[in-house]
């Protein structure tokens, strides 16, 4: 975690980020209705025909494209080999359109047709699975195969800052385990701190755990920042899937 962001907050050799809170996006799934939905792809399978639901929205296209086999982010660079992703996967959502519910909007919303069981697999975040997994343990998030999403809150401070002391006397303060541990606790999503778990709660630890093993860990795709321009070819993809009959 500490490389990724390293990886995105460089400039002329120097890091000015440092990882805070992170979590994921994936697949939260009835388990007992919809057991074979293991990556982004398979909620398009006849199993689950009208049962799913997504946003129409990057993560489902990125989530899709690493799906079937193909690395968007690293054509982040090249706006032509992007555009190529975006069109296979504009291909492959709207042939999946048949087996949609719904494309949700909101936490809420999704964690409803989960719950009334409308939806039995879509794509979700990682802290809505848990949510409801504490009240139904057939529903929870899985990583796809594919890998995770994984996006991090980063502390920055601003060039022009007039309390610097202050802003790292913070950070330190809230990285400590037991501070990561209650924000965690509170939050649902887990931080960067070392050792900020061990004052997690039991039933969350256990949840995190069931969802995510080392090889998952290990496979979560960091987002990277956007180039500009990709958000437009991205907004047109997305209106045209949604046009589609």
Sequence with gaps: MLE????????????????????TSGLVVNTAMAGDVQDYTDLCGASVAGKVSYRLKRPTLIGFAYSMGLDPFAAYDDADQYQD?????EAKLTECKP???????????????LRSGEVVASMAWDTGGWQLNADN???TFVAPESGALGWIDTFVLPAR????????????FVMRPDI????????????????GDAGVSADLKARYQGSFDQT????IKWYPPVPAGLETLEG???????AAN
């Design 137 to 139: 343990p057939d529903i």
């Design 236 to 242: 047109a993809t997305l209106d045209r899937i949604n």
């Design 216 to 219: 998952a860990i290990d496979n």
């Design 180 to 195: 990561a541990s209650m924000i965690t606790n509170t939050a649902g999503n887990f931080t960067a701190a070392v050792d």
């Design 99 to 113: 087996n949609v519910k719904t494309y949700w909007g909101g936490g809420d919303e999704i964690k409803s047709l």
């Design 4 to 23: 990724a962001t390293a990886g995105n907050t460089t400039y002329d050799g120097a890091v000015y980020g440092l990882p805070h809170v992170w979590g």
């Design 161 to 172: 800052g007039r309390a610097d002391d202050a802003a790292y006397d913070w950070i330190n």
């Design 85 to 89: 992703i975006l069109d296979q996967v």
